[in-house]
């Protein structure tokens, strides 16, 4: 490319530059790489890291406009960018707490954008990091925000100040609104994610001091409910029948299925087992008794369990085959087996007790 | 015991024919070890004429279902007929397949 309209001081900035390229290339790079390993480590999920080193066509024209404010290629701070993009504002904080750990900080140069507002003012909100390349005399720019910030920032830089054409007012007017309501917006994704984990600690702490009573049915409720292992010595019991292996699998399927058999709470599900192990175990015994079958899956428990409660209950065919359709989906064979079940049903002590 | 695998693209058909009982299960869990270590797509287990599994054939069936999900595959098992249906059933692991007529 030809840049020959620049004076000699920002054509010698320029092959700086070209002679540092590689450098450069290879230096966003390992930055790139120590952030994501950081943030993988320290298991915080962020949206995105990009990284980009400045072009010759950019940096050329940053040059053409303001080239006689930078003494050399080490006053240009933003050769080597990289924008890291998290999910909540709460996070920001978090990977700039890792920024700093990681990299020397240019304290001088470092801007908060998220503090320089008034207190009327709304726009551009963006942490911007300005670090020192080790072993290199440049500089690099780390700039941080969330993906709403990030929206925001894109939005108005299509519509904004480099456009060219002067923007009308009620357009700025509009894309300022639209800042306030997403700094709003992004202050409430924070508060309910504080909210949904202080929920998930208070249930954990109530499934473990056993008030089971007190906690609602839901998806996270039961998968903790699960930890405490609720059907292990059912499966056990029924296993100890033919010395058969149990094999572990995930019982989440259960939930719609408990849901379906009237449980509101973990306590229903806590009484549900008390009261029908035997019937389960009866049902167990029956069928796998006179087999030599000796490997069973853990979801064996619950399923017989819901079994001898339908049975119990006189939910009948209906219920058997409510069970089997909600954990295999519908199927014909599933009114054979209930059908079979129905009848085996009969020859068991506790349907007659 | 007769086994035929076929692979077409991304899925592997494994017609099983006959009793798939424990001195059976050797031959097969042999022959279906490349299957399990290429299990990233879909693997159908033809079972119209499979007429019984014992516990060796279930814990063949597990295996595959493991190398599967490890490989995020999917084991589809296809037309079993009534008896097998309840051994799958009265040992807990009829949930654990995609289940097709």
Known sequence: MDFSQLDPHCQAILQEYRDNLPLFRDSAEKIHTTLENTFREAGLLVAAIEYRVKTEESLAGKLELKGAKYKSLQDITDIIGLRVITFYIDDVDKVASAVERLFKVDWDNTVDKRKVHEIDSFGYLSLHYICYLDGAPYRFEIQLRTVLQHAWANMNHDTGYKSGVEVPREYLRNLNRLAGMLELADEQFSKIRTELNDYRRRVQALVASGNLDDVPLDGDTFRSYLNLGPFTSLNKKIAAVNQAEIQEVSLMPYLTVFKGLNCKTLGDISRLIKTYSEGAYQIACYQIGLTDLDIISSSLGPQDLCLAFILKNGGGKAGIRYLFETLNGPSESNDFLADMLLEQAQDLPFMNQ | ?101
């Open chain 2, 1 to 101: 015991m007769e086994i035929n695998i076929n692979k077409q693209e991304n899925v592997t058909t494994v017609k099983l024919v006959g009793r798939l009982d424990t001195p059976a299960s050797v031959e097969v869990s042999k022959e279906l070890e490349p299957v399990a270590a290429d299990a990233a797509g879909t693997i159908i287990l033809d079972c119209k004429d499979l007429t019984y599994i014992s516990s060796s054939g279930l814990r063949i069936f597990l295996t595959l279902r493991k190398a599967a999900t490890a490989q995020g595959g999917t084991v589809i098992v296809k037309s079993i007929n009534q008896d097998i249906r309840n051994v799958f059933m009265m040992t807990g692991f009829l949930n654990l397949f995609r289940i097709e007529e």
